[in-house]
């Protein structure tokens, strides 16, 4: 269960220990099984010996749907977390899907690249049955050799710092990030790591895929952006915190 501490701090503020227990132990209840029930005697079982008029002020934050009681917010997150272990799953799937394909396709162009590589094999032994006659030839291909460019690097993320631009970024990883860390506006976070990468031309970065993964973590641990919807914490009634950030 997913629990936003500053959210449910100013949502129980005012309330006292008792009431506070009470509210959380409904919580647990309902995230286990879906909801709390309505009976007076189940009910009393979950909270806890707490008076009427104490628990007035806790039902305050349920509401009522037949024969049980529901919490909003309790119920947000658990549609959240549903739909980003859907996501998450998705992603799974393409991701064997794409990589089933890759293992197939040398399966399937065996006998091509069978041939071609005997046929390669076949020049490279004339050719070093000619060189061996031939010194002069043979230091020129071994120069010609040593004056290839190295094997580029796999595409990926890179970043401008003359333009200060990003590029590279696909739908394959915004996808990534967003289940990784769901917490984080994606978009945002990518935009403030390109400036501070502009700002500290100093401190280049030679992976910058893995840059913006450690930044996108950072960002996941620190909260992300939802710790900054709550202002600070004071003193408040139900009424005062916006609903959609109840608890």
């Not at 008792?18 to 309902?30: E, I, K, S, T, Y």
């Not at 291909?141 to 631009?165: C, E, L, M």
């Not at 501070?196 to 952006?225: D, H, S, Y």
Request: proline share 4%; glycine share 8%; hydrophobic share 35%.
């Amino acid at each position: 269960m997913k629990l936003w501490v500053a959210d449910f701090v100013s949502s129980t503020y005012a309330m006292t220990p008792a009431q506070v227990g009470a509210h959380f132990r409904m919580m647990l209840h309902a995230w286990e099984r879906g909801d709390v029930p309505t009976d007076p005697s189940a009910l009393r079982r979950i909270t806890g010996d707490i008076d009427e008029g104490e628990m007035a002020e806790v039902l305050r934050r349920w509401q009522r749907d037949g024969d049980r009681l529901v919490n909003k917010r309790l119920e947000a997150e658990r549609h959240e977390m549903i739909d980003l272990h859907d996501r998450r799953s998705e992603a799974g799937r393409r991701g064997s899907f794409r990589r089933w394909q890759t293992h197939s396709k040398p399966i399937a162009n065996g006998m091509a690249n069978g041939m071609a590589n005997g046929m390669a094999c076949s020049d490279a032994q004339m050719l070093r049955g000619s060189d061996a006659q031939n010194p002069d030839a043979q230091t020129h291909h071994q120069h010609g050799a040593s004056a290839k460019p190295a094997a580029r690097a796999r595409g990926g993320v890179t970043f401008d710092y003359a333009t200060g631009r990003m590029d590279g970024i696909t739908d394959s990883h915004r996808e990534r990030w967003a289940a990784a860390y769901p917490a984080v506006e994606i978009e945002q976070q990518v935009n403030a790591a390109a400036a501070w990468l502009a700002a500290n031309p100093k401190q280049r970065k030679k992976n910058i895929e893995r840059f913006l993964t450690n930044w996108l973590a950072r960002q996941q641990e620190r909260g992300g952006v939802r710790q900054h919807r709550v202002s600070s914490i004071s003193p408040r009634t139900i009424d005062e915190v916006p609903e959609h950030l109840r608890f």
